[in-house]
């Protein structure tokens, strides 16, 4: 069955650094989110990306995060200068176009410190 | 931003009971997820609704879409000690792409 996969599962960065985390959409899949959990906490929205380009973002979403797809199968999420409380599992999700069932990826965990 | 609420935000029950949970919205919605989520991992979609009404069952889960749309309702019949985790709901409106997540029922099975 199709997953959609996320690597690394678990990130140790310093505050400042940049970090890149990748996910690999189902194949046939066209809409790719991320999303953020702190721990304990609901799962927030991050962005939507569709077509090679941000479809929608949150407040969270600010200027120290991108995200791209360099190529045909990954899905990147970029902070640039990390802070404390990034510190958050990551999932990457992706839908397909006849249904709107939206698949989730293991997660990342990172940890700024 | 929408919001949606859950309850109950969480419960304890004796295995083999069965257990409801629900969703509401300030919202109108026209799509409803149910998911899972074990500690440490991601989310496991259980149940897609689609249509005003509309009830679905996936094995001893069953999900019924709110004829106002702006609620949903899970239910697991005979609960069993793998039921254990996070229940969420997550809803998208007309014309979004998006969804928005409830806080999640934390359902416990005693044995």
């Known amino acids: 069955e199709p997953e959609v996969t996320q690597t690394p599962s678990h990130q140790v960065t310093q505050m400042g650094q940049e970090v890149i985390l990748r996910c690999v959409p189902i194949?046939?899949?066209?809409?790719f989110y991320w999303y953020r959990q702190i721990l304990g906490q609901k799962v927030e929205f991050l962005v939507s990306?569709?077509?090679?380009?941000?479809?929608?973002k949150s407040e969270i979403f600010d200027d120290q995060f991108s995200v791209e797809r360099p190529d045909g199968s990954n899905f990147t999420l970029k902070i640039r200068s990390t802070k404390l409380e990034d510190s958050a599992m990551y999932f990457c999700?992706?839908?397909?176009?006849?249904?709107?069932?939206?698949?989730f990826g293991p997660g990342t965990r990172l940890t700024v410190t | 931003g929408q919001q949606l609420n859950q309850s109950p935000q969480s419960m304890f029950i004796q295995e083999g009971e069965d257990v409801s949970m629900n969703c509401t919205s300030s919202?109108?919605?026209?799509?409803w997820l149910w998911y899972k989520q074990d500690p440490g991992e991601g989310p496991v979609l259980l149940i897609a609704?689609?249509?005003?009404?509309e009830l679905t069952s996936n094995g001893r889960l069953t999900a019924q879409f709110g004829i106002t749309r702006k609620d949903s309702f899970l239910n697991i019949s005979a609960s069993i000690p793998s039921d254990v985790g996070i229940y969420f709901c997550?809803?998208?409106?007309?014309?979004?792409?998006?969804?928005?997540f409830g806080p999640g029922t934390r359902l416990s099975v005693l044995p």
């Open positions: 997550a809803g998208r409106e007309d014309y979004g792409q998006n969804f928005v």
């Open positions: 194949s046939n899949h066209l809409y």
């Open positions: 990306f569709y077509n090679n380009e941000i479809s929608e």
């Open positions: 609704l689609y249509k005003a009404g």
């Open positions: 999700a992706s839908t397909g176009t006849e249904t709107y069932e939206q698949y």
């Open positions: 919202s109108i919605f026209n799509t």
